[in-house]
Structure formats: structure tokens, C-alpha cells
């Protein structure tokens, strides 16, 4: 039995981590069944989630993860991909995972607003001090990674770049590649669910509202993966404004 560790329910989202959405989803394209459980990251062999645990044995980061299960289960998550498909799909995983993904960490993390109403509440009944120093912690990452350096306005800059890349690749297409969701449709839907919820205020949510064909591709595939869950942002969009 699959067990995958993650932050649960939270932010307007289904899953609060993209990365553990990344897992997620890649499970219910393979039809494994799984239990859900939640996790900190501090419990994970890595010090992050997601994590799986298979009788006792425990993988972590959702790129591994992937890795165990296609070599445990005989997949091909990018089954019907040619040779520069898939490394385009590769390409297009590292930019949403390891760059654009910072960019949404700082919105989140530094924007005082969003940091309050979102995860400042991860330190709920922490001694006092914790909330802080992590932050700190987050911020320092942020800058480590090189997006820190950045004024406000340029940080967008990077993340509108990324969108407007993932926009032109899925054009009208259902799904990146086609017809058929591959391995980096995962990534690139937690990534853009991310960025999109309405729980936050922020520049570059706004303008990944702009991309319509985007939008569209969250509400699908959170149709498809989620059901259960109420998401509808094109409608949330076309909605008037009360005066």
C-alpha cells in the first residue's frame, strides 16, 4: 500500500505543497491506489515533502518518487513522447519546479499580507520565535536560489517570462504534449493551481490570470484529478465585480 505524506487541504487548494500536487496527480494518472496522510517536512528523509512510504519503505522528492514508480510498476509517465518531447517536458519541469516556483515561495513567503493569512499559520501553537526564524530561513533560500536578489517588479518579470513560455508550448492543446496528460502535466498543474488560487493577492497571480488558455488548463485538470473539489476560475473571472 502507498502512503503519500503531504500538507493537506489548505490555500483554496486541494493540496497546499505543488510538489506533493505533483505526486498526487501522477498516482491518479497510473491508477496506483494510495493513502493520504499529512506530514512536515521535518518527518521526511529529506527534510520535505512529498514523501511515499511502501511497506516501510520511504522515498522522497516527487522527482525520485516518480522515478520509484516508474521502475517499481513498469511506467512510462511520457509513454508516446518522442526523444526531444521528453526532454522538453524535462526542460519544462525544471523552470516551473526550480524558477518559477521561487518566484510563487516569495509572494507567499515575504509579502506580508499573504505571509500572514497563509503560512504563518504552519507555526500555530510553535514557540514563539519559530515563525520568524523559518521565515527568515525562507528568505534566505529565496535569495540563495537567486530570485531574492531581485526587486519586486523584476521578480514578475521572471515569473510572466515562464508563463507566457508554458502558454505558447500548450497553445490550445488539451495538454502539454497533445491528447494525453505525460509526467510534466503534473508539475506544471501544481505549479499554475499554485499561483492561481484566489487565496492570495499578488502581481504574478494577476497575470497568470491573463493567460486564458492557462486558466482554462487548471480548471481541466483539477476537474479531472479533483472533482471533488470546488474550483472554477474561469467563472470566479467572468464574475462581475460588486460595485
Known amino acids: 500500500m502507498i502512503t503519500l ?19 498526487e496527480v501522477q498516482l491518479k494518472m497510473a491508477g496506483l491506489g494510495y493513502a493520504k ?9 529529506k527534510g520535505q515533502v512529498p514523501f511515499i512510504d511502501i511497506n516501510g519503505a520511504k522515498v522522497a522528492d516527487s522527482t525520485f518518487i516518480r522515478a520509484f514508480l516508474e521502475r517499481t510498476y513498469g511506467l512510462d509517465f511520457d509513454e508516446g513522447l518522442d526523444g526531444v518531447q521528453r526532454a522538453q517536458a524535462w526542460a519544462i519541469e525544471r523552470m516551473m519546479e526550480n524558477h518559477f516556483g521561487w518566484t510563487m515561495i516569495a509572494e507567499r513567503w515575504l509579502c506580508p499580507a499573504n505571509f500572514a493569512k497563509g503560512p504563518a499559520h504552519f507555526f ?6 519559530v515563525r520568524e526564524m523559518v521565515q527568515n530561513e525562507v528568505r534566505n533560500n529565496i535569495r540563495a536560489v537567486g530570485v531574492g536578489r531581485h526587486t519586486d517588479l523584476e521578480i514578475v518579470a521572471l515569473a510572466v517570462n515562464s508563463l507566457a513560455a ?5 497553445g490550445d492543446k488539451p495538454y502539454l504534449f497533445g491528447s494525453r496528460p505525460c509526467g510534466a502535466d503534473a508539475t506544471v498543474f501544481g505549479m499554475l493551481a499554485g499561483v492561481l488560487t484566489p ?14 488558455n492557462l486558466v482554462a488548463y487548471v480548471d481541466r485538470l483539477m476537474a479531472q484529478f479533483y472533482p471533488e473539489f470546488e474550483w472554477d476560475l474561469e467563472a470566479s473571472l467572468r464574475a462581475p465585480v460588486a460595485a
Open 199 to 212: 487565496f492570495f493577492e499578488g502581481e504574478i497571480r494577476r497575470r497568470a490570470e491573463g493567460f486564458g
Open 37 to 45: 496522510a499529512l506530514a512536515r517536512p521535518e518527518h521526511s528523509p
Open 5 to 23: 505524506y503531504g500538507l493537506g487541504e489548505g490555500f483554496g487548494l486541494p493540496e497546499i505543497s505543488p510538489y506533493v500536487t505533483k505526486t
Open 166 to 170: 508554458v502558454s505558447a508550448i500548450l
Open 124 to 129: 500555530d501553537g510553535a514557540p514563539e520565535g
